[in-house]
């Protein structure tokens, strides 16, 4: 069974919808994250939940809001996004919280706003 | 904000040949994780460097990080079409949970 799932892989959405990304691992871990990768920039975190608390916010924008209900499941949900936060969401997860961990990341879900 | 340069951004080179990707901070690193990317999946651990001047191998991929773990290398012999991928670095930085990563380098090997 894949480590970790994304769903949808792909969403396209207007600037004034509500939608959310769901991200589940199946490896018994304890972290997850949320990163957004962009065309041109280097891979960006975003969140860090850590036993399904959140541990880390990378100055993100109030219009992503994560939900982790437990340590299998993290959502991401979006609400009125702008054109330039079109990119690919990856998901993580680790054993533990850290860099000494391995992250384990699902395929993504590519983004479109318009 | 540290930052990790990669080069070559872009690289394509014909099955058999051999190549070296490079990762170039200012910043000191504890440790270096390596990455690949294939389309349409995310990125998967290759090796993690830990200590200045160590060199691993993983079948024809070699990794070093530099004595003053700033940098690190990527060198692959007779690449083979199965390498093509984005490569990514990510350096974690001391007294923090942070991982870092690198511009990226995107690997074309042609048949």
């Known amino acids: 069974e894949t480590g970790v799932t994304q769903t949808p892989r792909h969403l396209v959405m207007g600037m004034t919808n509500k939608k959310s990304l769901k991200c589940e691992q199946h490896?018994?871990?304890?972290?997850m994250y949320w990163y957004k990768q962009s065309a041109k920039k280097p891979l960006e975190l975003m969140f860090v939940?850590?036993?399904?608390?959140?541990?880390e916010n990378n100055s993100v924008p109030s219009r992503f809001s994560p939900e982790c209900p437990n340590s299998s499941h993290l959502f991401l949900h979006l609400h009125t996004l702008q054109p330039e936060d079109s990119a690919l969401y990856l998901c993580?997860?680790?054993?533990?919280?850290?860099?000494?961990?391995?992250?384990?990341f699902g395929p993504g879900t590519r983004l479109t706003v318009t | 904000t540290q930052l990790l340069e990669q080069s070559p951004q872009f690289l394509s080179i014909q099955e058999g040949e051999n190549l070296t990707v490079y990762c170039n901070s200012s910043?000191?690193?504890?440790?270096l994780q390596w990455y690949r990317q294939e389309p349409g999946e995310g990125p998967v651990l290759l090796v993690t460097?830990?200590?200045?001047?160590e060199v691993k191998k993983l079948k024809r991929l070699t990794f070093q990080f530099g004595d003053a773990r700033k940098d690190s290398s990527l060198h692959i012999t007779a690449a083979q079409p199965g390498d093509t991928g984005l490569y990514l670095c990510?350096?974690?930085?001391?007294?923090?949970?942070?991982?870092?990563f690198g511009t990226g380098t995107r690997l074309t090997i042609i048949p």
């Open positions: 993580a997860s680790s054993p533990g919280q850290g860099p000494s961990y391995e992250q384990y």
């Open positions: 490896l018994g871990h304890n972290a």
């Open positions: 939940y850590n036993f399904k608390e959140q541990t």
């Open positions: 910043s000191v690193f504890s440790s």
């Open positions: 460097v830990v200590t200045g001047g």
């Open positions: 990510a350096g974690a930085n001391f007294g923090n949970e942070k991982l870092t």
